[in-house]
């Protein structure tokens, strides 16, 4: 009888990781690796060889063929180009070769990717470079590479280099800051993430029947089901024998190419799900959740499901989003989020935490603006993802701790000692000090910040250069006062107290859904930046600007450049979901209303002429008449105000704002009508699978 394998046995077995690479290079060739992937030092060309080598050997040795360089183009998802290991002989057979400049360097075509105007179309170059510090994998019989990618004449293309940069940006400031406290050992701090994925899963063969799902990923109409979330008894429920089959499986592809998937559970709406993993360095994290959403959709596949990943696939019920929880840590142990056992390690943490409150509060729009898409516009502020609104949540110990700071009080924490704030000593927090706020956008959860606001199918990139560079700018102006200070403990309770009183209006700890929240905000002046289009202007204010072209993340080119893709992007998306609606609309909701409308009369003209009373049936056939002109219309003015929006074409900002206030608004109007006729049709007409089917037959 064959041993059962454990998931020890196979866990990272199509990784080329660390202890393969030390397995199979020689000693000199692993140590100068590792230095490359801890210190970010340069990679030597022989090295590169040997490296290659051996990653192709044990790829081939894997059924891998081919190789490619996977990157994060400005699509949001990830690109890749395949490459034969094969080389002909002059005896008209092949060899298997890769080298190390294949390994470091692709050129796969650029022309096609989003630019935003960097570049013209035929200039078509581009180049991927290897991130060393991602292991390599084996997927499908091909070995990916991951890896950056830019153009020709070296604007960032893609979404993995303004990370790695923003990696290194807040490295070099955190290390100011521990130098200040004392701190020789550690060499290099690290952010670290990890990202809880939300999703749904329906019946492929339902999916098939809904146009809307396969071409937008969400429902573009559908009444609410009899049933909904209301009773609450799907959260943390029994898990489905099919359901629980597909996480069995996704867990184990997920292993298998070294993914921490570690939580899964059923979430609040039917039918939805989530995974968590365990945190990663925030490039790793953000290649693994790529994978992971990937990898979702096939092994859903395989079990005759769908794997939906639209923060709002189905109106009425609970939207998925992506909790990006974010963290920082010292190569010598230290995570720089806890708040420790001794006065100085409390006082270390509640410099970094001070950091984190300024910088949210200075640079909210920025964190709006890495959750903004047309797809999230339809979750934020509903019951069940933090509002637009962007605020702090401390909960109460830490709140009693900076109001003691900014006051000059004690602190009197659960037991019988006293604890001076700032001066002598503080308190010994447990790891956990906080509540959870399941309300709040950017919640401190005990050693590590929560943002909650970032949607299902986003990468989680954006969101972490936008959180490494805005506390990376905090913790330099920090460093460069404290730096200078001659009392530094003194200089540092200063800076406290004067950080806490400028930016304690971004601590809020009750309850973000309440319209109570929404005035008080207003009153704060906290911005409230309801939808992307409101949003994505701000990345261009120059204070913004100044910022990323300071550390060398983004340069004002390149900032105007996202900022367009994404306002195209948000255009875009909107005038498919239009069209599929028109096309849904015309070719089978009207026709359906049309049909059953004609069979009510005839039934009427029937019942009349045996002298039947047709009062009913008449008023039914009143009421579905009018509602299919109603349907005809708004059609009809969804049809014309979409051919309108070419009037706009010249202006991306205009064109968005044309689609949000117009388009989107007479979607709107035409889904309200063909959701009540779906109220009033019988089922074997209503032409498309009901959200009963969808949300229940799993």
């Known amino acids: 009888m064959s041993e059962v394998q454990t998931v020890a046995d196979y866990f990272g077995c199509n990784v080329f990781s660390d202890s393969v690479m030390r397995a199979r290079l020689p000693k000199n060739a692993y140590k100068s690796v590792m230095q490359t992937k801890k210190m970010g030092v340069p990679l030597d060309d022989d090295v590169a060889n040997i ?31 395949h490459d034969a290991f094969i080389t002909p002989t002059e005896d008209g057979n092949v060899i298997l070769e890769f080298s190390g400049k294949e390994l470091v360097k692709g050129e796969p075509d650029a022309s096609s990717f989003p630019s935003g105007g960097l570049r013209a179309t035929f200039e078509a170059r581009g180049y991927t470079a290897w991130d060393p510090t991602s292991n390599a994998f084996v997927k499908d019989n091909t070995l990916y590479i991951p890896t950056a990618f830019c153009s020709y004449t070296g604007e960032i293309l893609d979404k993995k280099t303004p990370l790695l940069r923003s990696m290194e940006v807040i490295n070099e400031q955190a290390l100011r800051i521990l130098r200040l406290f004392g701190n020789t050992t550690a060499t290099r701090v690290t952010t670290t993430v990890g990202p809880e994925q939300e999703y749904f899963l329906v019946d492929k063969k339902y999916y098939d029947q809904r146009k809307d799902l396969m071409l937008t990923g969400r ?68 290649d693994h959740n790529q994978l992971t959403m990937e990898i979702m959709k096939k092994v859903a596949l395989k079990h005759g499901l769908v794997c939906l990943l639209h923060e709002k696939p189905f109106a009425g019920v609970n939207g998925s989003g992506k909790h990006n929880n974010w963290s920082i840590s010292s190569n010598d142990g230290q995570n720089l989020l806890d708040p420790g056992d001794t006065p100085m390690e409390n006082m270390q943490f509640l410099t970094f935490l001070c950091a984190i409150i300024r910088g949210v509060d200075e640079y909210a729009p920025l964190l709006r603006i890495s959750a903004a898409s047309a797809g999230n516009d339809h979750r934020l502020g509903a019951n069940e993802a933090p509002p637009a609104i962007i605020s702090v949540f401390v909960g109460d110990e830490l709140q009693r701790v900076l109001d003691a700071i900014e006051n000059g009080t004690s602190v009197e924490p659960n037991s019988d000692k006293t604890f001076e704030i700032g001066v002598d000593a503080l308190p010994n927090f447990p790891k956990d000090t906080t509540d959870r706020n399941r309300t709040s956008p950017y919640a401190f959860t005990g050693n590590k910040f929560e943002f909650r606001m970032l949607g299902s199918a986003d990468s989680i990139s954006c969101t972490n250069v936008m959180m490494n560079t805005i506390f990376a700018q905090i913790l330099s102006e920090f460093a460069d006062e404290l730096e200078k200070a001659d009392d530094f403990k003194e200089a540092l309770k200063k800076l406290l107290v004067k950080t806490i009183r400028e930016h304690k209006r971004v601590i809020f700890n009750g309850n973000g859904y309440s319209d109570e929240w929404i005035e008080e905000a207003a009153k704060r002046g906290l911005p409230n930046l309801v939808s992307t289009v409101d949003a994505l202007p701000h990345y261009i204010d120059d204070k913004y600007v100044s910022m990323f072209e300071k550390f060398k993340v983004y340069t004002r080119a390149e900032i105007a450049s996202r900022m367009d893709i994404l306002l195209e992007n948000y255009s875009k998306v909107i005038n498919i979901e239009a069209l599929t609606m028109l096309d849904m609309a015309k070719k089978s909701i009207l026709p359906a209303a049309i049909e059953y409308t004609k069979e009510m009369c005839d039934t009427v003209a029937s019942m009349k002429a045996v002298g039947v009373d047709t009062s009913l049936e008449v008023s039914m056939a009143n009421k579905l008449s009018a509602l299919t002109v109603s349907l005809s219309n708004a059609i009809e003015t969804l049809d014309s105000k979409r051919i309108a929006s070419k009037d706009y074409e010249d202006d ?34 209503w032409p498309f699978p009901t959200y009963t089917d969808l949300l229940f037959t799993v």
Request: charged fraction near 25%; hydrophobic fraction near 40%.
């Open 51 to 81: 490296v290659a080598n051996a990653m192709k050997d044990w790829a081939v040795e894997k059924g891998a063929t081919h190789y490619t360089h996977w990157f994060q183009p400005m699509t949001g998802i990830t690109a890749e180009k």
């Open 219 to 286: 429902t573009l109409f559908g009444a609410m089901a009899p049933k909904g979330q209301e009773l609450e008894d799907h959260y943390f429920g029994n898990i489905k024998q099919r359901v629980s089959d597909f996480m069995k499986d996704l867990d184990c592809e997920l292993w298998k190419l070294g993914i921490y998937a570690k939580t899964k559970h059923n979430e609040v709406a039917p039918a939805q799900h989530e995974l968590a993993p365990i945190f990663t360095t925030s490039n790793i994290a953000a």
């Open 652 to 685: 991306v900002l205009k064109t968005a704002r044309y689609y949000r206030d117009e388009i989107f608004a007479a979607m709107q109007s035409l889904r309200a009508v063909a959701d009540e006729l779906e109220m009033c049709v019988p089922e074997k007409y």
